[in-house]
């Protein structure tokens, strides 16, 4: 009888511990939190790991450098939150791929524009000349955007934000447009008479960002589908501590490491959470 009832009160000694270290390691799994990017140069992702941390949060930031594969990986669950896209983007993703990935926060905003390393003014751009855009619905938009308001080209009537080539009505220059990844258009631009760039994008690749022949306003009512966002899946949207990451953010210290390591043409922006989805929503019924 006394050894049953020893065996039975190490049982439920046992039994305690295996619980509370599960509890324990559940806790620990609270805080840490996987957030992928596209590109983890730069001071702000060092940055923000030190203030999530100052926090009680283990922020892991994953590099996938393939612009679909941040939204896989958060789809799969291989991550928790990613940061590297913006409304627009994000809208055609869910669309393509029936996802449902919502934001929890904005990020980063800045003007896109026409580069050319041959020619210093739209004027010059000779009849047949090579251009290079990105290929995704998203970007690929907004690239022929920026080409018809410079006067190259005209599109389509009522074309919205996701135009294609197929909606070029006149290409008076005869311009060869070459549809290409998005993180190809900069490293193109030695080859091509004019290129798309991010003008954030175009200072860390090294080229002038004064340079831009043509730019569009990031922060009119008309760039707000080009607002960069944290993402998150939508069963985590209340989740206490992806908010948290993505507010972080807006850290006085991280802005001014973003602005100075985009050259001045980038920065972090704070639109609310409700524009964000209103936004995001409109974009996936167009």
């Not at 993703?93 to 929890?104: E, F, K, T």
């Not at 905003?109 to 000779?126: A, D, F, R, T």
């Not at 960002?209 to 209340?238: C, K, Q, T, W």
């Not at 948290?244 to 959470?273: C, F, M, N, R």
Request: with cysteine.
């Amino acid at each position: 009888m006394k050894k049953q009832l020893f065996f039975s009160i190490c049982m439920i000694l046992a039994l305690t511990i295996l619980s509370a270290c599960s509890s324990s390691a559940e806790g620990n799994d609270e805080k840490l939190v996987k957030l992928g990017v596209s590109s983890a140069d730069g001071p702000v992702w060092d940055l923000l790991v030190e203030k999530a941390k100052s926090e009680g949060i283990n922020l892991e930031i994953i590099e996938l450098v393939d612009w679909q594969l941040p939204n896989d990986a958060l789809v799969n669950g291989e991550i928790d939150i990613n940061a590297f896209q913006h409304l627009a983007f994000l809208s055609q993703y869910n669309v393509q791929r029936d996802a449902n990935l919502v934001p929890i926060g904005s990020s980063f905003v800045g003007p896109k524009g026409l580069y050319s390393e041959k020619y210093n003014e739209i004027s010059e751009i000779p009849n047949g000349a090579s251009v290079a855009i990105s290929n995704d619905p998203a970007n690929m938009g907004l690239d022929l955007s920026l080409l018809e308001s410079a006067g190259l080209i005209e599109l389509k009537d009522g074309v919205g934000i996701f135009g294609t080539t197929e909606d070029v009505t006149n290409n008076p220059k005869k311009l060869e447009i070459n549809a290409m990844n998005a993180q190809q258009t900069p490293r193109a631009l030695e080859d091509v008479a004019l290129s798309a760039i991010y003008n954030s994008i175009a200072g860390r690749a090294g080229i002038d960002p004064n340079n831009v022949l043509y730019e569009n306003d990031p922060l009119s009512i008309e760039g707000l589908p080009y607002v960069n966002v944290f993402a998150v899946r939508a069963e985590d949207v209340e989740n206490e501590t992806y908010k948290k990451v993505a507010t972080l953010i807006q850290d006085p210290e991280i802005k001014e490491a973003y602005k100075k390591d985009t050259a001045g043409q980038g920065e972090v922006v704070d639109v609310s959470v409700k524009d964000l989805k209103q936004t995001l929503e409109r974009l996936m019924n167009e």
